[in-house]
């Protein structure tokens, strides 16, 4: 049974990142299908937002969810502890939480890095999911300023993988690469295709200037 001030902080901050993706973003769209229960989720991370966007569509996770962070950030930001936040100096605490069902979400780079290619992962993410016997699911994330005010986050799963670190890699570049062509051929105002919306976010001035003058129109009986 989960304290009190737990309850409290997990609803505040599902309340804070919701508000914050929404807020800031355009929107997020997804492609595949996130795991329920006991997986790694291993993850690029390219962009200030991927630590937002994943946690707002594991919120809803019935098991629950944890992150693993450098002691850096957790000792910055203690509260995160309540919250599922693992140190990863700690790998037994995070086998404990897949053990218990949990999702638990990685950054195998290691670091925030520029967008581009991927960068050399870590063995964490696989060592946990071989150790615990639970799937290794790769996710790719691209956060970018196309045709809209505010920028778009498109996240692909992929199916799960052996737990290694080369074909986690492989995987990702893959996944990478394809979600890379795809933003730069698809229209800017778009979304991709086979990306479902899953979030919305916030409308383009221009749009939102058009539903005004749609309304000023029909009060004006203008046609």
């Known amino acids: 049974m989960r304290p009190p001030r737990y309850q409290l902080l997990y609803g505040l901050f599902r309340w804070l990142f919701r508000r ?10 997804l492609r595949g299908t996130l795991p329920q229960g006991g997986a790694v989720l291993a993850a690029n991370h390219h962009s200030w937002w991927d630590a937002y966007v994943l946690p707002v569509l594991l919120f ?15 000792s910055e930001f203690g509260f995160f502890r309540e919250l599922g936040g693992i140190s990863a100096s700690r790998p037994r605490l995070a086998l404990a939480a897949l053990k218990r069902g949990e999702t638990l979400l990685i950054f195998p780079e290691g670091e925030l890095r520029s967008p581009g290619g991927l960068g050399p992962l870590s063995e964490g993410a696989a060592w946990l999911a071989r150790k615990a016997g639970v799937p290794l699911v790769p996710v790719a994330i691209r956060v970018v300023l196309r045709g809209q005010e505010f920028p778009e986050a498109y996240l692909e799963v992929g199916p799960p993988l052996p737990p290694e670190t080369e074909r986690l890699s ?24 086979g990306f479902r919306p899953v979030l919305k976010g916030r409308l383009s001035t221009h749009e939102r200037m058009a539903g005004w003058g749609a309304a000023l129109r029909r009060l004006m009986g203008v046609r």
Do not use: C
């Open 20 to 29: 914050t993706v929404r807020g800031g973003l355009r929107g997020v769209w």
């Open 170 to 193: 492989q995987a990702l570049q893959e996944m990478l690469a394809d979600l890379d062509r795809g933003l730069r051929t698809a229209p800017a105002e778009e979304p991709l295709p």
């Open 60 to 74: 809803g996770q019935p098991q629950g969810f944890g992150v693993v962070m450098g002691e850096a950030r957790l």
